[in-house]
């Protein structure tokens, strides 16, 4: 793993090199005020919509500079890359542009909908191999295969080039910025690898030296926030892949470099609260993000009291989600926001024993949303699976206290996680 030198840091005129390249290539995404969020959290917000950008992500910044970046008689060879979608779909894009062969590795928990658009932009020059369980394991596939055939790998994150690409997101929005007379407070954009962050940061900096740049996480995969605790880039044991694009056990050595010159600060969000944002963006104003490109306006709850009254700009980082993920992000936001429940409770095998809960137990607006029970033959009591979901999450303590009274060994699920994850 390479790490730079200060020297070696990534400089303005690097990013400007890259953006001159890139200019005419990719779309210049807006920069949108954003009256609903703007009068929530009492700032003036605006969204840098890399959602809109040709592959529906930033990434093909990095990817395309860093490609043309390569020696033609060296792509001819062939590419490789390791991503979780976003990457791929760049790449995938660039090759097919290009006309260079491209050999792309994914993990096998990828959702399908990526999968699919990497076919579509990679055409006929896009060959896709599902490798891992984890982007770590895809990306030690792909480097393997590399050295065997002989061709160039295209680093996600950890490449100047690459970084130096996902940086020119900044000089679009400073010079939209400084256009109309106003500076940035504070610039939010979420952390994977680090490659984004880092190019932000670096060219942030150099323009505008007090705009504070905030990294998020998602709680799951804090890999950048554990590099800056330990003074290096660590291996995470697990990461939760949940927010795929931004699951990377760890972080580049490249990208801590960059990111710990010039990121003020790591902050990391729940995945629940992810997916409360992902809703919240889609019903509010019409926005579909993936999970990652929510991170940065799910970073906003929790620091209401800093960024009010000031110019906040937050980077939704890609938008390729996959519709059949909906029914689990509006469950994973009901458990986060303490409206959905799920208990195992012992029930009397008895005529009625259902009443009773109903009526004794449940509040008049809690509704059950699932129940599971096998009557067995010659026993007095069975457990029962049950989900509830409460009409105000405020009453959480009055129907425990009811529960207690039904069963006093009743377990609640969200205290058991394996059981959850294995009965929910």
Known sequence: MDVMTKEELLKKEDIEEAYGVLRPIIKRTPLQYDAYLSQ???????????????????????????????????RRRGIVCAS??????????????????????????????????????????????????TFDASAQAAVDYCEQKKMTFIAPFDDKNTIAGQGTIACEIFDEVFSQHTEVDYLFAAVGGGGLISGLGAYTKSVSPKTQVIGVEPTGAASMAAAFKCGHPVTLEKVDKFVDGAAVKTVGGLTYTNAKEFVDGMINVAEGRVCTTLLELYSKEAIVAEPAGALSVAALEEHREE????????????????????QEIKERSLVYEGFQHYFIVNFPQRPGALREV???????????????????????????????????????????????????????????????????
Not at 307 to 326: E, L, P, W, Y
Not at 388 to 415: A, H, S, V, W
């Open 40 to 74: 929530k959290y009492q700032c003036h917000l605006y969204l840098k919509r890399e959602d809109q950008q040709v592959v529906r992500s930033f990434k093909l910044r990095g990817a395309y500079y860093a490609i043309s970046k390569t020696p033609e008689a060296v």
């Open 84 to 133: 979780a979608g976003n990457h791929a779909q760049g790449v995938a894009w660039t090759c097919h542009k290009m006309k260079v062969p491209a050999v792309i590795f994914m993990p096998t928990t990828t959702p399908q909908q990526k999968v699919e658009q990497v076919r579509f932009f990679g055409g006929d020059e896009a060959t896709i191999k599902l490798v891992g369980d």
């Open 307 to 326: 960024i009010a009254g000031k110019t906040v700009v937050c980077v939704i980082s890609g938008g390729n989600n996959d519709i059949d993920r909906m």
């Open 358 to 424: 109903v009526n004794d137990i449940l509040n008049e607006d809690d509704d059950i949303t699932k129940f599971e029970y096998t009557k067995k033959v010659n026993r007095g009591k069975g457990p029962v699976l049950i989900g509830i979901r409460l009409g105000d999450r405020r009453n959480i303590e009055q129907l425990r206290t009811r529960l207690r009274r039904f069963d006093p060994y009743y377990i609640d699920l969200k205290e058991n996680q394996m059981l959850y994850e294995m009965m929910v």
